[in-house]
Nanobody, 122 residues
Framework: QVQLVESGGGLVQAGGSLRLSCAASGGTFSSYAMGWFRQAPGKEREFVAAISWRGGTKSYADSVKGRFTISRDNAKNTVYLQMNSLKPEDTAVYYC???????????????WGQGTQVTVSS
């Protein structure tokens, strides 16, 4: 099974940007659809973005469309989440996930990393 390690989280002011990275190992990265979820304190984990194994298909939650961009580099076994125009409501632990197909990732199933904290101050 693929192992995932997220990085790039931190504290940023509202309106700022962060780029999250998720490094994969132990599997054939290019065969997995990848995704990002997030969980804020006291809330359920929610879908943020997903990308197909070749990168040709992407899906976003309405709350992040136009602000966040998911991408992947199969040569580096890494998926990214570029987050711009951050808002305090984006504060959460962000998790990276891998699954055999896009719909499985979007549903929240598959393998998941330990998460990275993103805090947006107002």
């Amino acid at each position: 099974q693929v192992q995932l390690v997220e990085s790039g989280g931190g504290l940023v002011q509202a309106g700022g940007s962060l780029r999250l990275s998720c490094a994969a190992s132990g599997g054939t990265f290019s065969s997995y659809a990848m995704g990002w979820f997030r969980q804020a304190p006291g809330k359920e984990r929610e879908f943020v973005a997903a990308i197909s194994w070749r990168g040709g298909t992407k899906s976003y939650a309405d709350s992040v469309k136009g602000r966040f961009t998911i991408s992947r580099d199969n040569a580096k076994n890494t998926v990214y989440l570029q987050m711009n125009s951050l808002k305090p409501e984006d504060t959460a632990v962000y998790y990276c996930g891998a699954a055999p197909n896009l719909s499985t990732v979007v549903s929240g199933q598959g393998n998941w990393g330990q998460g990275t904290q993103v805090t947006v101050s107002s």
